[in-house]
């Protein structure tokens, strides 16, 4: 069947949307993965199959010696999440996904406070707003300056301990800054984080060596982005609820609190004294749960280090064994001798695909897809590529920092200023963290239903430039109605209805955006032997637009704040930049066409 699927040369547009997914969630900042494109192994015509056979038995009988067998109708199903290989393996890889969105996301509901807490009090909501700027800006710098230095040690000493030193680093940095007392400690652990995560391309490059046969890729590459918004939702619901116990969860950590042991007349003292290190103490357990899965259960996929004795897998699998010598005695029947090399690892979280005898680990991937080597017709970097990858880094230059700009607009302190004019007002909304960190947690969770249920029905439907000029013509709107909300009152429904619409909005629109960025970029690859190039200098360039993105707004945001005009940010730099990256789409092309 994977020789079959790679062989379907009338369906290559099909092919192309699922090479798309392996970087669906790049633009994403805390985020920079993302929804991601349906896929089209069921929409493919009975006409394609029965055109298929020709190539197919010149191919395999050429390589195996012998005639090839069509199984008939069953073929042509849909796959399904559970009729994929290796799922073990893909979940402790999404497991370990979750790093970068909780990492980069749970502080942004309660940043402002956080900034404010370590700031002088003579300092103003502008100045804070451009130092929040440049903490989220850190992140995203390490990462893009890490990224191939991350991609060459994977290539060198192999992808699973790259991922573990990743964890590792994440793991000490959210606890770093959780206690962290002064803003050049902050700026140094968010520095770390990124360094941490900038191997996420190395995750996309497991998940390809994981899954090679073309009908499992856009289930697979599915994961990875779905696993992304997931944990974008819990790092802003943690960060805005657990931000402060003692006061937004008086019930637990506060003077009659049931986790107040010691009695403390003001509530948990350690809380008092570190009130922002609770969301990063829960991330850092989480992280170190999935820490604990790559080690004893990820298998590594580099081909030179894949045949050789992983330490970790062999004592989770004695582990295993053990346990079940004690704790199930008929699991001793038939067996003498547990040979480490082979035996073991055969009974290890998964059984994987049946090895030839003689092997000493199972082979982690089916038998090889056939790709067109040849060379392209045209040069890799021309003009349709470089428009694509400008467009490609407009995307997150915007988005990103709307990530970061609107929940300091939302903390920062209403204005009373009732001389107001329609385009020189300031002030924000005043929202307490837990209030944020529901509003953005809610609507993260509502970018997965959309990315699930409504972008592939309209990516299928209307294509996919169709789709990302949709998305592009909807962010200006949401970026030109949003500074307005400080201007609605602070009791009644006008305000809650009117942060609704600002979020439906953009939250819509990146859902549709991203994937389809990720699939042009992906179509305008002149051959397939150099889409990881192409993705590779997207990623370069997405990474450096969402350093630039929110260091740019905060600072744009503070200036204008200091001159009384708080929607300076909004009009003339976020819809002016979503504005040009519309203009921009109409120099993209629907079918690239790779090899």
């Known amino acids: 069947m994977a020789e079959l ?75 399904t999440w559970l009729s994929l290989p290796h799922k073990s393996q893909l979940m402790i890889l999404a497991m370990c996904r979750l790093s970068e969105p909780l990492s980069n996301t749970c502080l942004l509901p309660y940043l402002y406070y956080l900034m404010r807490s370590l700031q002088p009090s003579s300092s103003s909501s502008a100045e ?24 060459w040690g994977a ?40 360094v941490a995560n900038g191997n996420i391309g190395v995750m996309r490059t497991m998940t390809a060596e994981i899954v090679k046969e073309k009908k499992y890729q856009s289930r697979a590459f599915l994961l990875l982005p779905l696993i992304f918004n997931l944990g974008n939702t819990i790092g802003l619901a943690l960060g805005g609820f657990l931000a402060d116990p003692v006061v937004n969860v008086p019930r637990l950590f506060g ?31 989480a992280l170190f749960f999935s820490l604990l899965l790559a080690l004893g259960g990820l298998r590594e996929t580099l081909p030179v280090k894949a045949g050789k004795r992983d330490y970790g897998l062999v004592l989770t699998s004695y582990m295993i064994l053990s346990f079940k010598k004690a704790i199930l005695p008929s699991w001793r029947s038939g067996y003498e001798t547990v040979q480490l090399d082979d035996s073991i690892e055969r009974s290890s979280l998964e059984k994987c695909v049946e090895e030839p005898a003689g092997n000493s ?49 939302l903390s920062t302190p209403h204005s009373e200023d009732h001389s107001a004019s329609p385009i020189f007002f300031n002030g924000g909304l005043g929202l ?77 629109a990146r859902t549709f955006a991203i994937p389809s960025s990720v699939i042009l970029l ?46 300076v940010v909004w009009w003339a730099y976020l819809a002016l930049i979503a504005g040009a990256g519309f203009l921009w789409s109409r120099k993209l092309k629907e079918n690239g066409g790779h090899s």
């Open 5 to 79: 699927s790679s062989l379907r040369t009338s369906s290559e547009r099909s092919l192309h949307t699922d090479d798309s997914c392996a970087a669906a969630s790049d633009q994403m900042s805390s985020g920079d993965d993302a929804a991601l494109c349906g896929e089209r192994t069921g929409r493919r015509s009975i006409h394609d199959l029965e055109r298929a056979p020709s190539s197919l038995s010149l191919h395999h009988h050429a390589r195996k010696g012998n005639a090839p067998s069509l199984r008939g109708p069953q073929d042509a199903r849909p796959v």
């Open 255 to 285: 003077p009659h609190g049931l986790l107040n042991f010691l009695d403390a007349p003001e509530g948990v003292a350690w809380m008092r004294e570190y009130p922002f290190a609770l969301p990063t103490i829960v991330n850092a357990s």
């Open 155 to 194: 290539d060198r000493w192999g992808r699973k301990w790259v991922i573990v030193i990743g964890l590792v680093g994440s793991i000490v940095s959210n606890l770093g800054f959780g206690f962290a007392r002064s803003i050049p400690a902050l700026m140094l652990w968010r520095f770390i984080a990124g």
């Open 432 to 508: 307490p963290s837990s209030t944020i960190g529901f509003w953005l947690a809610s609507f993260s969770l509502m970018g997965i239903m959309i990315q699930l249920l409504v972008y592939p029905r309209l990516q299928a439907f209307r294509g996919t430039l169709w789709a990302y000029r949709l998305a592009l013509l909807i962010f200006p709107f949401a970026y030109l109605i949003a500074p307005y909300l400080s201007l609605l009152p602070t009791q009644g429904l006008l305000r809650w209805l009117g942060i609704w619409l600002v979020l439906f909005l953009q939250v819509t």
């Open 522 to 567: 992906t179509n305008v690859a002149p051959s397939r032997r150099h889409l990881g190039t192409i993705h590779g200098a997207g990623n370069m360039v997405s990474s450096l637009s969402r350093t630039v993105g929110p260091a740019l707004a905060g600072w744009v945001l503070g200036w204008g704040m200091d001159r009384g005009c708080v929607g």
């Open 128 to 151: 804070t707003s451009r130092m929040a700027g440049l903490v989220v800006a850190l992140f995203a710098l390490s990462q893009f300056a890490t990224s191939m230095p991350w991609a």
């Open 361 to 409: 680990l199972p082979q982690l991937i089916g038998p090889p897809t056939l790709l067109n080597t040849a060379q392209p017709s045209r040069p890799i970097w021309d003009r349709d590529v470089l428009y694509t990858l400008f467009s490609f880094a407009l995307l997150p230059l915007h988005n990103a920092a709307f990530i970061q700009v609107f929940p300091l607009f």
